[in-house]
């Protein structure tokens, strides 16, 4: 089987720090991060080795205030050849903002990240892909904000974000300032309901023989699988924040599977970033 033959899907990194963790009481606010050891440098780094060990090219959605703090880091995946894209600035929910809180949060992130790549930045994910049912003005207040896709809808039922009656396939959404092209996260059926099986905590619980089969279910619909990863999710060791046991379930299962699961995904499947999906797609 040939490189051509094998699924093309898609790899996204949301490059943010152990401590971002979202609704939680121990969460850190903003004016404590400088504070805290950083770990985002040393796991992001090791992440880019194994990318250029499988020859892949990602998405990066940095969060601005790592790109600040550490903005070598963006320009090395730049250099790199991967894409650079916006996790905001301050990792806020969406849906705890206003629009034009929101607007200035996500323009920031985007000028910031342009300057330190030196290339165009056209994608955003929203932390804890928190634009939902309450929040459609946040489309058109992307498009204002200068970017052309997003890949924030979870189409699924979720904890904190979740817009369970979302499209699953990319497709374009007409709002006031203009059309912006959406990626939902992927989701499997299963008995009739959505389930997620490619990123975050739901790649680390389910075994790789799972996630494989219903990567092969997703992409026999003719579409793509998203995956996406944290940096703290190759880092078992990294400090843990105080939260409930069924959280603290969910954020640290498995960490230690996290980097083998993405070699072997890297080294059986055609996988790409956005801008490359969008380029041979002809979706741009």
Known sequence: MTTADLPFNILSVDVEEWFHILEIEGAP????????????????????????????????????????RFPHLVRRAAEA?????????????VYTQTPDEFRQDV????????????TSVAGYRAPGFSIT????????????????????????SRGHGGFAGA??????????AGPLIEFPISVARVLGKRLC?????????????????MTRQVNREGLPVIYY??????????????????????????????????????????????????ARTALA
């Open 29 to 68: 606010p903003i004016e404590s991060w400088m504070t805290l050891e950083s770990r985002v440098e040393r796991n992001f780094e090791r992440l880019l080795e194994r990318f250029a060990a499988h020859d892949v090219s990602v998405t990066c959605f940095f969060l601005g205030w790592v790109a600040e």
């Open 133 to 156: 049912e309450e929040t459609p003005w946040a489309f058109e207040q992307l498009v204002r904000a200068g970017y052309r896709y997003d890949s924030s809808l979870f189409p699924a």
């Open 197 to 213: 099986f490619f990123g975050g905590g739901y790649l680390r619980f389910f075994p790789l023989p799972l996630i494989r089969s």
């Open 107 to 118: 323009e920031r992130s985007r000028l910031l990240l342009e300057d330190l790549s030196g």
């Open 229 to 278: 990863v944290h940096p703290r999710e190759i880092d078992p060791d990294h400090p843990r924040l105080p939260m409930s046991r069924v959280r603290h379930f969910k954020s640290y299962v498995n960490l230690s599977s996290t980097m083998n699961k993405l070699d072997s995904l890297m080294r059986e499947q055609s996988l790409a970033s956005f801008r490359e999906w969008m």
């Open 167 to 176: 499209q699953r396939a990319p497709h374009t959404i007409e709002t006031p």
């Open 81 to 93: 050849g991967h894409e650079i894209a916006s996790h905001g600035f301050a990792h806020q929910l």
